[in-house]
Antibody, heavy 116, light 110 residues
């Protein structure tokens, strides 16, 4: 069955960096686009970034453009989110999600807290 | 950029009643519209994609309709496990990709 497992969250100071990972299993990873979506606890969902199955096409929300980088390693069935110059407003649960007929499978999320 | 709005913000329904949730896009999104259900402490779950197609394993009491800018999610006979937040979502299936979520509708027990 399809499984997505995020890791790498934690507490980090403003201005520092953090790298999230999402390990995928149960499907042919290289054939699917992958997203990161975040959610401030108790608030709504915000799309962050997408990387398409070829790996060359990557797009970002304006709120993270220039600070976050999405990448994938098809040999390891993993997608990453490198987050630099973190701000307090980046505090959220970060989910990875597969694109297939919309975002059909999601991980359980990893919490990132940006605080001094 | 497409902006999604949802109404009402909160819908109070009794079990067994029908629930109708609305979603509007600021410009046409064709049928690239999905609905998600989210319960506390859980990831969103895909209910509907392509505006009207139920995702795998979703009960028939959930139905979606609409195209262009106006969409509706209907729960025909609300069950206790359906109390949750529902988000509509505009998505793309190819590059470059546009992904936008509505603010959500909370369905609670009247």
């Amino acid at each position: 069955q399809v499984q997505l497992l995020e890791s790498g969250g934690g507490v980090v100071q403003p201005g520092r960096s953090l790298r999230l990972s999402c390990a995928a299993s149960g499907f042919s990873f290289s054939n699917y686009g992958m997203n990161w979506v975040r959610q401030v606890p108790g608030k709504g969902l915000e799309w962050v970034a997408v990387i398409w199955n070829g790996g060359g096409d990557r797009y970002y929300a304006d709120s993270v453009k220039g600070r976050f980088t999405i990448s994938r390693d098809n040999s390891k069935n993993t997608v990453h989110l490198q987050m630099d110059s973190l701000r307090a407003e980046d505090t959220a649960i970060y989910y990875c999600a597969r694109i297939h007929r919309a975002l059909d499978y999601w991980g359980q999320g990893t919490l990132v807290t940006v605080s001094s | 950029e497409v902006v999604m709005t949802q109404s009402p913000a909160t819908l109070s329904v009794s079990p067994g009643e029908r629930a109708t949730l609305s979603c509007r896009a600021s410009q046409s999104v064709s049928v690239n519209l999905a609905w998600f259900q989210q319960k506390p402490g859980q990831a969103p779950r895909l209910l509907i994609y392509g505006a009207s197609t139920r995702a795998t394993g979703i009960p028939a009491r959930f139905s979606g309709s609409g195209s262009g800018t106006e969409f509706t999610l209907t729960i025909s006979s609300l069950q206790s496990e359906d109390f949750a937040i529902y988000y509509c979502h505009h998505y793309s299936n190819r590059p470059p990709g546009e992904f936008t979520f509505g603010p959500g509708t909370t369905v609670d027990n009247k």
